[in-house]
């Protein structure tokens, strides 16, 4: 995978860290706001994933796929994106909620800066699968949280 210049930063997690409650699924699920730079020239759209690879299923949970956003560096405007399918059986984001006592769980917040526009709303599976060749560059951001 193509990493560069582009990367992903968050004015609400800091990486490495612990993941403030109010981002959590039992306490709001409130998203958390996503700041990109050194977006590559050739990219015309921007997708973000998050997934939880230390879910206790066979291949992790994932959290958020947002795809349709502008490749303008800053803080994306996540509200203009088009929400994809999560792992909860919803579409947009949601909160950490790994099982109690389970340990901290890793969330890997990733950006795609992509050379075609995503049609439809795909799983993040089958985003992966379709736009591998579409990836200009990536970048991500990982944090933790625990019950």
Known sequence: MPVKDLVLTSPDIAA???????????????????????????AVEL??????PDA?????????????????????DTEAGRAGPNDDGGLGYVGPFPPYGHG??????WVYALSRPVT?????DEFLHAYADAIVEQARLVATYSR
């Open 16 to 42: 490495g860290e612990r993941i403030e409650d109010r981002f959590a699924g039992q306490f709001g699920a409130e998203a958390p706001r996503m700041v990109v730079d050194g977006i590559p020239p050739e």
């Open 47 to 52: 997708a973000i994933v998050c997934h939880d």
């Open 56 to 76: 206790p299923m066979a291949l992790g949970f994932t959290h958020w796929t947002l795809y349709g956003l502008a490749p303008l560096d800053g803080e994306i």
């Open 104 to 109: 901290d769980h890793r969330y890997y917040f």
């Open 120 to 124: 439809g709303e795909p799983s993040r």
